[in-house]
DNA sequence: AAACAAAATGATCTGAAGGTCTTTAAGTCC
DNA sequence: GGACTTAAAGACCTTCAGATCATTTTGTTT
């Protein structure tokens, strides 16, 4: 349904898992494994963010993968951009060859709508946030019997909304 | 992004288009030709509605394709279950394997959410309003000067909010 | 310079959706 | 019963995302 590719879906776990690091450049080994990807695709992918200037690579001892942007400041929109998602592309619900604003099909309206949000959310949403998650999440599971202290950030996507539609 | 497949919209428009005919059989061709649509693949896809019962269809002279329920009778969810759409089925926005109300990727609740009001929208609007929706928007392209009547058929989904998830 | 460790690259495989074509079976009409 | 009309069915083909593997570069360390 309402989904990224899987490939886009692989890159933002990648990024987050790369985010967690704290500039420690990370393998591609190391992230297929941490974040359960199948690591020859995974170098497919992050060679595709290297192009682009999401990421730097690094061969040969010490190398690895390390962002070339702050986290909070890479959204999943980027990445989407960066891997040509399909979610970018508006398409018509029903498949409608010739639907547009001007000679909408039934469920234009609605669709554009939804689209509208799915695009907000994945501007408003940043690899910082899905890394921060991850995070929480493995604290929580940690804290079995509940005295461990809770991480800081917050739970919702940070407020960013500068950039401009695709 | 959050679209049917292919055949889905096919099927959708196809449906529509038998419809609009009244009772009268359609014959393969003459949808594909109203549509434009891939002949021998929407045989395909009308085979299988018949399998489900949602349309007969019959073979040699004054053959053809017609519905087996009523046009308001027919959801888009009802045709999306039909063909096993992958919209019915829940996906992780972000292709997370263990992805769950219980272990919630980031993405989880929004997508959750958008999932509800595609399905609402898919159950909420039947093949009579795409038909009429069809039938209008062709009325309107014949009344260039403007004073021909309108059809009396509303504009957004009838309200059928009865039946279960998929 | 040699040895080694990493990513980059290209060839190839798989499965599913979408699509075409030909043959077969099931009806109707005369 | 024979001719005709129609959907059904099966055999393919194409494309693309996803995935794997072997090989080649590029870099670091000694």
Redesign the interface.
Known sequence: ??????G???A??ALSCVAAAAGKPQLIREIAESC?LPAPYLSKIVHRLSRVGLVKTQRGINGGVTLLREAVDITLLDVCRALDD????????????ECSDA?A???HA??ME??G??IE?LRA?TVA??AA??MK?RWRLLATAGETSEPATSDG?SERTEGSEP
């Open positions: 349904m309402a989904t990224l590719t899987q886009t879906g692989y933002i776990q359960d399909p979610v970018i592309h508006p398409r018509c619900l029903l498949g409608v060859a000679r099909c039934p469920a609605f669709n939804q689209r949000k799915i959310f949403t946030d899905i998650f991850e999440r996507p």
